[in-house]
């Protein structure tokens, strides 16, 4: 009997209930990824026990010499997968690591100039009701209304009118190449300090299909646990001369012992991103994307700036006589799982917004390839076009389950 049965059979209920949903159904949430076996079980491991606050070779607790070759790999990989001089690999959470560069390089009250929530930008970019809206004095910037692209004139102009400390890039629900190289010109001319976000993106930056904002930047954030396909964590990369104060920001500035056994997750995840194999994975993901893109076009969906150059599609399902809650139910009940999203200028309330975001990473990792996305494209079709047809739904729910067992997911495999 598995321990967890045999402890709490309540909890083991849904850790089998949620294994079977995420084999069954198509994942497209766009920041959902499937982790393999091995980061799985390094966060089910013995380093869930140990406190190490503090940094290798400077521990405030005893016993720490064999988590600290953890940590060390982590950080190493890290630096070596993305060419930057350092790393800090224990911020919790994609929104942790963000808060520790603001602490580092900022005061309460200084300025930041960051992407607009409402054109695909993230709360930790200045949201009002999110801390950062709250400490910092931040001027958001968005996308063009005609092509849906960032304006980068709008950047240059809110940097010359407000004198920002810190610019951000990066973004949650946009589906273009971000320019680091314009953002970073920008920020010299104005002399800002320019720190990216690269949370969605860092698999395909890792993978050589985006850009590196590393060359650019001050500070590079992100998220593990989405295109990276590593464990649901954070990191952040600088250069030498911020590392110290990124340093005390993360610890002790923001958190006390770091999760050693998500820290060694997160080596083995920067260990797998640096495979040729994972090249191939994001180079498949972004491939996946722009066909769902181009089978939504010619089935008369209007997308936000057209397409996709990265793994994710934002769809103007209200350009199609939908909101993006009824889409989003009625692709659900079909046994597609994508959200609901806000989109540049819409004009609907947040909750029951005008889009849905579809990414394609999760999928790529089970193996589905041009092909099966022809075929989603057309069930997302058939399922949109009469969102109250149950029978419908059912029907596609059934032929999913179908395409689901020749693809199963990594956590099926051990
Ligand atoms: C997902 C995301 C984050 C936050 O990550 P969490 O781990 O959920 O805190 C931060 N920034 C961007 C751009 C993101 O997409």
Same mark, same amino acid.
């Not at 980061?39 to 026990?49: E, F, K, M, P, R």
């Not at 994609?94 to 200084?110: C, E, I, K, Q, R």
């Given at each position: 009997m598995h321990p967890i049965a045999a402890a709490d059979p309540a909890i083991w209920k849904v850790l089998q209930d949620e294994r079977i949903r995420q084999q069954d159904g198509l994942e497209m949430i766009a920041s959902e990824n499937y982790t393999s076996s091995a980061? !799985? &079980?390094?966060? *089910?491991?013995? !380093?869930? %026990?140990k406190y190490a606050e503090g940094y290798p070779g400077r521990r405030y607790y005893g016993g720490c010499e064999v988590v600290d070759e953890a940590e060390k790999l982590a950080i190493d990989r890290a630096c070596a997968l993305f060419g930057a001089e350092n790393a800090n690999v224990q /911020?919790?959470? *994609?929104? #942790? &690591? %963000?808060? &520790?560069? +603001? @602490?580092?390089?900022?005061? /309460?009250?200084?300025?930041?100039?960051?992407m607009n929530l409402a054109h695909g930008g993230h709360l930790t970019h200045g949201m009002h009701l999110n801390f950062s809206g709250k400490l910092y004095n931040v001027k958001h910037y968005g996308v063009r209304p005609d092509d849906g692209r960032i304006d980068y004139d709008q950047v240059e102009s809110l940097c010359k009118e407000h004198k920002p400390k810190l610019v951000v890039a990066g973004a949650s629900a946009y589906s273009r190449t971000i320019q680091f190289d314009q953002f970073a010109d920008i920020c010299?001319?104005? *002399? $800002?300090? @320019?720190?990216?976000?690269?949370a969605h993106i860092a698999g395909l930056v890792a993978g050589g299909q985006h850009p590196s904002p590393v060359p650019w930047a001050d500070f590079v954030t992100s998220t593990t646990h989405k295109t990276l396909r590593g464990p649901r964590s954070g990191f952040i990369m600088c250069r030498k001369e911020w590392i110290q104060k990124i340093n005390q920001a993360v610890f002790p500035g923001l958190q006390g012992g770091p999760l050693m056994h998500v820290v060694a997750a997160k080596a083995i995840g920067f260990l797998e991103a640096s495979q040729p194999e994972f090249r191939a994975y994001a180079a498949q993901v972004v491939a996946n994307a722009r066909t769902i &893109?181009? =089978?939504? !076009?010619?089935?008369? +969906?209007r997308l936000i700036s057209g397409g996709t150059d990265n793994h994710l599609?934002?769809?103007?399902?209200? $350009?199609? *006589?939908? #909101?993006g809650r009824q889409a989003e139910r009625a692709l659900d009940a079909a046994g597609i799982t994508v959200?609901?999203?806000?989109?540049p200028f819409d004009t609907r309330p947040p909750l029951d917004p005008s889009g849905v975001r579809i990414g394609t990473p999760a999928l790529t990792t089970r193996g589905m390839t =041009?092909? =099966?996305?022809?075929q989603i494209a057309a069930w997302m079709h058939r399922v949109l076009k009469a969102p109250d047809d149950t029978a419908a739904q059912a029907a596609v729910r059934a032929e999913v389950r179908e395409l689901c067992k020749s693809f199963p997911a990594p956590h099926e495999h051990a």
């Open positions: 980061i !799985l &079980a390094a966060q *089910g491991s013995v !380093l869930t %026990n /911020p919790h959470s *994609g929104a #942790s &690591a %963000n808060m &520790a560069v +603001y @602490f580092a390089a900022l005061n /309460p009250g200084d300025t930041i100039v960051a010299k001319r104005h *002399g $800002a300090l @320019f720190m990216v976000d690269m &893109a181009h =089978e939504l !076009l010619s089935h008369g +969906y599609v934002l769809v103007d399902v209200n $350009a199609s *006589g939908l #909101s959200n609901r999203n806000g989109i =041009e092909v =099966e996305m022809r």
